[in-house]
């Protein structure tokens, strides 16, 4: 069985769908299962400017690029090719008898609608990968709304195409049941990976970090999106009333702006807010300088609103804050307290909740050595319950029992059918 997990990402730097792909794909190669990375249409963001090769292996993922370039509404053949070219390639290795299964991560229906088709009429297995409750997003416009259909095609058509069905939480398996039976349903949350944490060194700049930030103390770090799901307003409403108390204290930000909220805005709320010389906007760092700001911090916050969006997903960003071992505030939203428990491992506050939020962040750092040994819990369990190498093997259990499920039913099938005929045939030899 060889499983290629098909997603456009940047790659191989990138934000956490980049993470997300490769753990799961270097996850299953160390459980012994060959796996590879395929991107029908995305960009190298390495170190160099332009990939040489359209195939290699980065971090011990081997990958492949159909496409290196994403092509816009404006050039219809370009788009088309990109949508074609990823099926033929798996249609030919089909033909030549290669045992493929995919994972096709979380995308929209059409793009990847060649590649549906070729593993419906030629018998790929196909398991969806879904992290996020897509067509629950806000929309304005045409181009908008055609990105709502797409998602909701991608929900409600998907299933027929798909043997099974991969989602990141409880309330995304709940919502995808209504169109797929909830056995073929498999939960497999956010990933971390201890190697990734503990083998680089790290640069002297950021031992000085705290240096930078001039005589502010505490530091609070968030990284991440700046979306309104993300509830970065009620964070800075948070955080001016801890800055009243504590007006030495330090908000370090770093990740970029969604569309819905440009970095411009936000920035002019900080000065509205008065918290001008307390925040700190660092822009969007790359994966490895982000875990370096977010070790050097005091606190981590990931305060995720109770929006429909936000409570099916889960925030990758909370695997990477556990892994630091410095005491995270969260927000009770979606799967997180399925797995950590407030004061035990986290610290948990309402959502949308500004004064629980301050309240939380109080908390920490009132008794900050009982805090730090919350962390500690937070970093044992986050090893327990996300291990990279855990989850992406259950992954292929759950495919292997599915795919022998559809054996043993065709088996069966056939059977009834090869009774049918005996049945028919006596029927007819009694009239004779």
């Known amino acids: 069985m060889n499983i290629i997990v098909v997603a456009d990402v940047s790659f191989p730097e990138g934000m956490a769908s980049t993470a997300h792909v490769l753990l799961m794909v270097k996850g299953m190669r160390g459980n012994g299962v060959s796996s590879a990375l395929m991107i029908p249409a995305g960009e190298y963001t390495g170190a160099a400017n332009e990939l040489k090769s359209k195939k290699g292996r980065c971090r011990g993922v081997p990958f492949l690029f159909i496409n290196q370039k994403r092509a816009s509404i404006n050039n219809l053949f370009a788009l088309l090719l990109q949508i074609i070219s990823p099926a033929i390639f798996l249609l030919k290795r089909k033909i030549r008898k290669r045992n493929d299964v995919i994972i096709a991560y979380d995308h929209g229906f059409i793009k990847y609608s060649a590649i549906y088709t070729v593993c419906r009429l030629f018998g790929i297995p196909l398991f969806p990968w879904h992290v996020e409750k897509r067509s629950s997003e806000e929309f304005t416009g045409i181009k908008g709304f055609c990105r709502h259909m797409d998602f909701w095609l991608s929900e409600r058509l998907l299933p027929k195409f798909a043997k099974g069905i991969i989602v990141i939480s409880n309330p995304l398996k709940i919502y995808h049941s209504k169109f797929i039976s909830e056995d073929k349903i498999f939960i497999s949350p956010i990933l971390v990976d201890t190697d990734e944490w503990h083998r680089h060194s790290i640069p002297e700049q950021f031992y000085r970090l705290n240096s930078f930030f001039g005589n502010h103390h505490p530091v609070i770090g968030y990284s991440g999106s700046f979306a309104r799901k993300d509830g970065f307003t009620y964070i800075l409403k948070a955080f001016q009333k801890f800055v009243a108390l504590n007006p030495r204290a330090a908000l370090v930000a770093a ?10 805005n936000i920035l ?77 491992e986290i610290y948990l506050a309402e959502p949308e909740n500004a004064q629980s939020i301050c309240d939380k962040i109080c908390e920490v750092f009132a008794q900050y050595e009982n ?8 970093y044992k369990k986050a090893l327990k319950v996300f ?15 599915i795919l022998e499920q559809a054996v043993m039913a065709a088996k069966a099938q056939k059977v009834e059918l090869k009774e049918a005929e005996r049945a028919g045939k006596r029927s007819k030899n009694c009239r004779i």
């Open 387 to 401: 291990d990279y190498r855990d989850r992406t093997k259950a992954v292929i259990h759950f495919i292997k029992y």
């Open 371 to 378: 805090a730090r040994i919350t962390a500690e819990n937070g």
């Open 268 to 344: 002019q709320l900080v000065d509205n807010m008065g918290l001008k010389d307390n925040f700190f906007y660092l822009g969007l760092l790359s994966r490895r300088e982000m875990k370096y700001v977010n070790h050097a911090a005091d606190l981590l916050l990931v305060c995720r609103t109770k929006s429909e969006f936000a409570k099916h997903g889960f925030p990758w960003k909370l695997g990477e804050y556990l892994m630091t071992k410095n005491p995270v505030v969260g927000t009770r939203v979606g799967d997180i307290e399925t797995y950590l428990s407030d004061g035990e």
């Open 255 to 264: 990740g970029k702006a969604d569309k819905s909220v440009s970095m411009q």
